[in-house]
């Protein structure tokens, strides 16, 4: 057998083997490595109140474990045997099950901490408002799609948006700021990057102006939170209590971290320490080198999400990728800075990383959707350049 450097080099042809063929293949590499730290994070960070209030270490790892799979199925159902083009047939139905979700929440759904945001479906249980962030983006892909194919700038008034802010204040009432936020924040991003009226954007800037405040004094408590931002030790024990005890436990991670299920703050310590704020757990455990190998995943997911979305081939795939992208990271980002003390504490998800069925479900959907909309921009470029 000729040995590998007898063998005769083409001209461009490399001797260096990628990771991956494509920006598919990278995408679906990182959510696979993301979802895998996740469901350890998860168990380590739970199996202590699991144990105190379920009798079993392994209660949320179980029920994360039913999520991961039925979603692994969905993400292989939509990724490889779809078009992402179909979706928007479905959206009537998807937009309506959704509403009714949201109205059923406020109606039936069990209050915990003074909100509702579940629904109950026998032994687990729903978040349509995680749902809503994945609907909304998809609404505003198929608007701005047709103004990218007539050259014409977005406007805030179109039948859309119409749909969208209901699915916006339905999910303030529950009350849930940071998700509503989400829900309405992402289409409007959606809609400056791809060109706003220049009227219409200082309309918007008038209205987050008003409207953020707003929200922020109608509830007592978010206005507390805010303040106490800048100074969380000055209310250690009470309003800032979790962000120092999130601080305390990043810092103390150092390095290397702790150690695997070793972390302290789950003890007790820190509240909601596998949902919300699993990353402090997680910086405890791996130290500074298990949180910059997380931050790397994201950016790598960020650069790999972009070239899906450049290289779509109609405007819908290049604006539904987009929007896709800025959900999954503007969350990663959010939920970073609210753990790491630089911004208030509102309760959004760490995607892959914070324990939650629903938020997990539409993030591994969302996932899907964007290597779909790569395949078959990858199978079209084939096609016509006769391979």
């Known amino acids: 057998m000729p040995r590998r450097s007898d063998i005769p080099i083409k001209s461009g042809e490399t001797l260096h083997k990628k990771f991956w063929n494509n920006d598919t293949e990278a995408v ?19 199996f202590i109140l699991a144990e105190a ?14 999520f991961a799979v039925v979603g692994l199925i969905i993400f292989c159902g939509i990724a490889f045997f ?3 083009h179909k979706i928007r047939s479905w959206m009537p139905f998807i937009l309506g099950f959704t ?27 729903m978040q349509p408002a995680e749902i809503a962030k994945l609907v909304s983006i998809m609404i505003t892909s ?27 204040v339905l999910t303030e009432l529950e009350p849930d700021m940071g998700t509503a936020c989400i829900i309405l924040g992402v289409p409007l991003f959606m809609m400056l990057v791809v060109g706003l009226k220049k009227e219409h954007i200082q309309m918007l800037a008038g209205l987050i102006l008003v409207g953020v405040p707003l929200m922020v004094i109608l509830q007592p408590y978010r206005l507390q939170r805010v303040m106490v931002t800048w100074d969380p030790w000055s209310d250690a024990q009470n309003i800032g209590y979790q962000t120092v005890q999130s601080l305390s436990a ?31 757990i997680f910086c405890q455990e791996n130290g500074f080198v298990g949180a910059l190998f997380v931050f790397l995943l994201y950016a790598a997911l960020i650069v790999y999400g972009a070239r899906i979305a450049n290289k779509a081939v109609d405007a819908y795939g290049q604006v539904l990728a987009m929007g896709i992208l800025l959900l999954i990271t503007g969350q990663a980002i959010a939920n970073l800075l609210m753990v790491s003390g630089t911004f208030p504490v509102v309760g959004v998800p760490l995607p892959f990383i914070s324990y939650g069925g629903t938020s997990l479900l539409v993030s591994l ?13 990858d199978e079209y470029r084939r096609k016509h350049r006769g391979e």
């Open 53 to 66: 209030d379920y009798g079993t270490p392994y209660f949320f790892l179980k029920k994360h474990a039913i």
């Open 142 to 168: 198929a608007y701005l799609a047709q103004c990218v194919n007539r050259n014409e700038n977005a406007t805030l008034f179109n039948p859309q948006m119409a749909l969208i802010v209901p699915l916006f």
């Open 250 to 280: 990043i810092g103390s991670g150092e390095l290397w971290g702790m150690g695997l299920g070793v972390g302290v703050s789950k003890y007790d310590y820190l509240p909601e320490a596998h949902t919300d704020f699993a990353f402090a």
């Open 365 to 377: 959907t969302a996932m899907a959707i964007l290597v779909n909309i790569g395949k078959i921009s």
């Open 99 to 125: 509403i009714l979700a949201l109205l059923a929440v406020l109606v039936i759904g069990p209050a915990v901490n003074g909100a509702k945001r579940w629904l109950p479906l026998g032994p687990i249980q």
């Open 28 to 46: 679906i590499g990182i959510v696979l490595v993301l979802l895998v730290l996740g469901s350890i994070n998860v168990f380590s960070s739970s």
């Open 82 to 84: 779809m078009d992402y």
